[in-house]
């Protein structure tokens, strides 16, 4: 079965700072692989997505995230936070040609500080 | 465009009643997924309709249950209520076909079930 990992619950980054947030996955193959933001009382949004190639793949709001097969993961970065990305993040894995069947992580949390 | 609309965005509920909360899906798109967002536990598949199927189900019981219309919108259904069921319930649509990443999120509807 698929599964999702965010180890951290809540970040809290100053803004203008470099931010990680970390995400692990177990598949037996390489499944699709997803970053998805939510603002406070509003829907998700898709940040960016993986399917195959380039490993490092770049999003909207500058945003990127880097898939590295050897550990199952899916990073997102961002080189400098602005006070707007304050939201939940969430990583999301689905199976390749099996329909929108999204497994989601439990989310991260991100708070910035001026 | 409109985006995902589901309605009603906030409702309470008491155990043992059931509930119907509705999706119109982005025009043109043709899947629809319910997913249950609750604290700690991120978001959980409910289940995927595609051209009125049910392409994918989530391992929920079958109190769960949902449709799809030809018009591409659809609704899900919670019999006997139970505390635990209280979540927002969001609902993403997708062109359909494979898995794109594009899913668009509505803002959800809250149940309260007291």
């Known amino acids: 079965a698929q599964s999702v990992t965010q180890p951290d619950i809540h970040i809290t980054v100053s803004e203008g700072a470099s931010l990680e947030l970390r995400c692990n996955y177990s598949y037996g193959a390489t499944p699709y692989l997803f970053w998805y933001v939510q603002s406070p009382g509003q829907g998700l949004q898709l940040l960016l997505k993986?399917?195959?190639?380039?490993?490092l793949v770049q999003g909207i709001k500058g945003f990127e995230a880097e898939f590295k097969r050897s550990q199952s993961s899916f990073n997102l970065r961002k080189p400098s936070v602005h006070w707007s990305d304050a939201a939940e993040y969430f990583c999301a894995v689905a199976a390749p040609n099996t329909g929108n069947q999204f497994y989601f992580g439990t989310g991260t949390s991100l708070t910035v500080i001026p | 465009k409109a985006g995902v609309t589901q309605t009603p965005r906030y409702l309470i509920k008491t155990r043992g009643q059931q509930v119907t909360l509705s999706c119109s899906p982005i025009s043109g798109h043709r899947s629809v997924s319910w997913y249950q967002q609750t604290p700690g536990q991120g978001l959980q598949f409910l289940f995927e309709?595609?051209?009125?199927?049910?392409?994918n189900k989530g391992n929920f019981p079958g109190r769960f249950s949902g449709r799809q219309f030809s018009n591409s919108r659809s609704e899900m259904n919670v019999s006997t209520l139970e505390l635990g069921d209280s979540a927002l319930y969001l609902c993403?649509?997708?062109?359909?076909?494979?898995?794109?990443?594009?899913?668009?999120f509505g803002e959800g509807s809250r149940l309260t079930v007291l």
């Open positions: 993403a649509s997708s062109l359909g076909g494979v898995v794109t990443g594009e899913l668009f």
């Open positions: 993986y399917f195959s190639g380039d490993t």
């Open positions: 309709y595609f051209s009125e199927t049910q392409r």
